[in-house]
């Protein structure tokens, strides 16, 4: 939607659904506006490759070796975003401290609207708030969130990783796992 201008009818649309939110016990509507004409190119090989190129790019533009492909992580992945398009949910998965323990990305958006490269751009997108301090002071923003998805990709440590993507009738949910997992507290991520 943008922002200013516009046709006369969209903005009567918009005006009446911030009227009836305010109306509404559960919350404002959610106003989907399709973002593309087609929808984007799907399957697991693009979005392998999509994934490795984005996290591998932003890994390279700071010095750091690739990340490489892992099918079990991929697995790990495709079941908790299962999970999460199943019962609407958008959290971190719950996982022990310690050995097995998995970093974690996960990314929402409206079902069939975002190219995978543009959801990968989001987690690197954060680089422009980075500063390579101790973890968590590594954002320019003061707040480690803003961040911690760019870290977990550029993370020294992290060497393998894997993403897999569910939806449900109204939105994709892409999960990305990694390890060793990044954002240990103490340390830097490069």
């Known amino acids: 939607m943008r922002a200013c201008g516009g046709s006369g009818k969209m903005r009567i649309v918009v005006m009446l659904a911030l009227l009836l939110a305010a109306c509404s016990p559960s919350g404002p509507p959610r106003i989907v506006e399709p973002r593309l ?3 984007p190119a799907r399957g697991l090989s693009l979005l392998r490759q999509a994934m490795l190129d984005g996290h591998n790019r932003a890994r390279a533009a700071v010095g750091v070796a690739p990340l490489v492909w892992d ?7 495709l079941s908790y975003a299962r999970t999460l398009a199943a019962e609407h949910r958008f959290e971190h998965a ?3 401290m310690g050995p097995g323990r998995e970093g974690e990305n996960l990314w929402t958006g409206t079902r069939g609207a975002y190219r995978y490269d543009e959801m990968v751009g989001g987690f ?5 708030f980075f ?4 973890t968590p002071d590594f954002s320019t923003t003061g707040k480690w969130e803003d961040v911690a998805h760019y870290t977990q990709i550029v993370w020294r440590g992290t060497t393998r990783f894997g993403c897999a993507l569910a939806s449900n009738a109204r939105d994709d949910y892409l999960v990305c796992r ?3 997992p990044g954002n240990v507290v103490g340390e830097v991520a490069f």
């Open 37 to 39: 004409k087609e929808q």
């Open 178 to 180: 990694y390890t060793p």
């Open 94 to 96: 719950v996982q022990p």
């Open 71 to 77: 099918d079990t992580l991929a697995a790990h992945a």
């Open 124 to 128: 690197v997108d954060e680089k422009r």
């Open 131 to 134: 500063r390579n301090g101790v």
